[in-house]
T-cell receptor, first 115, second 112 residues
Framework: AQSVTQLGSHVSVSEGALVLLRCNYS??????LFWYVQYPNQGLQLLLK??????LVKGINGFEAEFKKSETSFHLTKPSAHMSDAAEYFC?????????????FGQGTTLQVKP | DGGITQSPKYLFRKEGQNVTLSCEQN?????MYWYRQDPGQGLRLIYY???????QKGDIAEGYSVSREKKESFPLTVTSAQKNPTAFYLC???????????FGAGSRLTVL
């Protein structure tokens, strides 16, 4: 069965520092992987999606993620944090059915950016 | 602009009452989903519908009901049978055969 684990429920960085949010997945089939961002009291917005076309995926707002099959990881990074990056981030994986919106989400990581 | 509208944004309910959360989309998407969000637990799938007049249970359907009479609308009823209904509820949609979810802004339900 597919599952997602996000390491660290809270991550704090200084403005301008590297952002690294960790996600490990378990999947019995080649997965589609996603990162979504949620600002307070809002819905989720897609940051990026892995589809097997390329292992390094670039998303919006300067974020990117690298798919590493050997490590079953899909960590999210941004070279330089901005105050506006403070939000909750969710990693998600498709179920074996693949092309549906029935995603399995991680528990989320709250990113705090300090001035 | 196309999108998903959820209402109400905030809702308070007394124990024993049923409440219905509205979800309307003008994206012409075929599939619609309801997720529940609790702190530290991520999102969990309640119900989904891939076509009008058809819907399936997700992982945590007990105590919830839905209908899909129109392509644009997918209301969720939280019944009195739901033991712990206080949560943030998110409606989402996708095109047919797609897996990129578009989310509404959510409805926060609090049971008093």
């Amino acid at each position: 069965a597919q599952s997602v684990t996000q390491l660290g429920s809270h991550v704090s960085v200084s403005e301008g520092a590297l952002v690294l949010l960790r996600c490990n997945y378990s999947s019995s089939v080649p997965p589609y992987l996603f990162w979504y961002v949620q600002y307070p009291n809002q819905g989720l917005q897609l940051l990026l999606k892995y589809t097997s076309a390329a292992t390094l995926v670039k998303g919006i707002n300067g974020f990117e993620a690298e798919f590493k099959k050997s490590e079953t990881s899909f960590h999210l990074t941004k070279p330089s944090a901005h105050m506006s990056d403070a939000a909750e981030y969710f990693c998600a994986v498709t179920r074996s059915s693949g092309n549906t919106g029935k995603l399995i989400f991680g528990q989320g990581t709250t990113l705090q950016v300090k001035p | 602009d196309g999108g998903i509208t959820q209402s109400p944004k905030y809702l308070f309910r007394k124990e024993g009452q049923n409440v219905t959360l509205s979800c309307e989309q003008n994206l012409n998407h075929d599939a619609m989903y309801w997720y529940r969000q609790d702190p530290g637990q991520g999102l969990r799938l309640i119900y989904y519908s891939q076509i009008v007049n058809d819907f399936q249970k997700g992982d945590i359907a007990e105590g919830y009901s839905v209908s899909r009479e129109k392509k644009e609308s997918f209301p969720l009823t939280v019944t009195s049978a739901q033991k712990n209904p206080t949560a943030f509820y998110l409606c989402a949609s996708t095109e047919a055969g797609a897996n990129v979810l578009t989310f509404g802004a959510g409805s926060r339900l609090t049971v008093l």
